[in-house]
């Protein structure tokens, strides 16, 4: 069975740092495009970033600079390094994989990150 487990959520000062991991199982990790959507209170999900299985990597406009993603396809892990955050980065984030050539998809059930004073 296909599964996303995100962890490293939590409460955050602005300015501050958080890492947010994945572990994916059920599926031929190097066949999926690997990424991370948040959604905020009211506002639509939006992706953050994404890493094909070769490494090019995209970012939201918002996040760019500041946020890394990562994927080891030996261990079936994605990563997203959260640097310099802002209130505005307050979300539930998922992790998501996107099967290359069908499209199919695949969510995480989610893990909050919260910037606040």
């Known amino acids: 069975q296909e599964q996303l487990v995100e962890s490293g959520g939590g409460l955050v000062q602005p300015g501050g740092s958080l890492r947010l991991s994945c572990a994916v199982s059920?599926?031929?990790?190097?066949?999926?495009?690997m990424g991370w959507y948040r959604q905020a209170p009211a506002k639509q999900r939006e992706l953050v970033a994404s890493?094909?299985?070769?490494?090019?990597?995209n970012f939201a406009d918002s996040v760019n600079g500041r946020f890394t993603i990562s994927r080891d396809n030996a261990k079936n892990t994605v990563a997203l390094e959260m640097n310099n955050l802002k209130p505005e980065d307050t979300a539930v984030y998922y992790c998501?994989?996107?099967?290359?050539?069908?499209?199919?998809?695949?969510w995480g059930q989610g893990t909050q990150v919260t910037v606040s004073s």
């Open positions: 059920g599926l031929t990790f190097s066949l999926y495009v």
């Open positions: 890493i094909t299985r070769g490494g090019t990597t």
């Open positions: 998501h994989a996107r099967r290359i050539i069908t499209n199919l998809e695949y």
